[in-house]
């Protein structure tokens, strides 16, 4: 199981300038030809990590039922994921969340109207 500090939550610039400081430091006394072949394993690393987390995603969206694919026929021929009952995703699910926006509107408006009635 991986270690839930890494990678570090550190500031992105940070982490970023980390990875040039490292990238520098990599290069070393090396020729163009071997600091490619040296580049290329690291991309090459990295391209595994982003292929099995892909995967891992695809899977687990599956699971969750939540993969959607907006350019599909379906949707192209009027079928909408809010709205349609075969998969249970009918935007009255989000009914709640809806109506606690709008009383945080209506609680700013309230707030914006006291504020004017307060400076006239």
Same mark, same amino acid.
């Given at each position: 199981?991986? =270690? =839930?500090?890494?990678?570090?939550?550190?500031?992105?610039?940070?982490?970023?300038?980390?990875?040039?400081?490292?990238?520098?430091?990599?290069?070393? =006394?090396?020729?163009?030809?071997?600091?490619?072949?040296?580049?290329?394993?690291?991309?090459?690393?990295?391209?595994?990590?982003?292929?099995?987390?892909?995967?891992?995603?695809?899977?687990?969206?599956?699971?969750?039922?939540?993969?959607?694919?907006?350019?599909? @026929?379906?949707?192209?021929?009027?079928?909408?994921?809010?709205?349609?009952?075969?998969?249970?995703?009918?935007?009255?699910?989000?009914?709640?969340?809806? =109506?606690?926006?709008?009383?945080?509107?209506?609680?700013?408006? @309230?707030?914006?109207?006291?504020?004017?009635?307060?400076?006239?």
């Amino acid at each position: 199981m991986a =270690d =839930d500090t890494f990678p570090p939550n550190i500031d992105p610039h940070a982490f970023t300038l980390i990875a040039v400081a490292v990238g520098y430091a990599c290069i070393g =006394d090396y020729n163009a030809n071997e600091q490619n072949a040296i580049g290329n394993w690291v991309i090459m690393v990295g391209q595994y990590i982003l292929t099995h987390a892909a995967q891992q995603q695809l899977i687990e969206s599956r699971i969750e039922n939540s993969n959607i694919n907006i350019n599909s @026929r379906k949707a192209k021929k009027g079928g909408s994921y809010y709205t349609d009952n075969n998969n249970n995703k009918s935007n009255q699910n989000q009914r709640q969340e809806v =109506d606690l926006l709008i009383e945080a509107v209506a609680k700013m408006q @309230r707030e914006l109207q006291n504020i004017k009635n307060k400076q006239n």
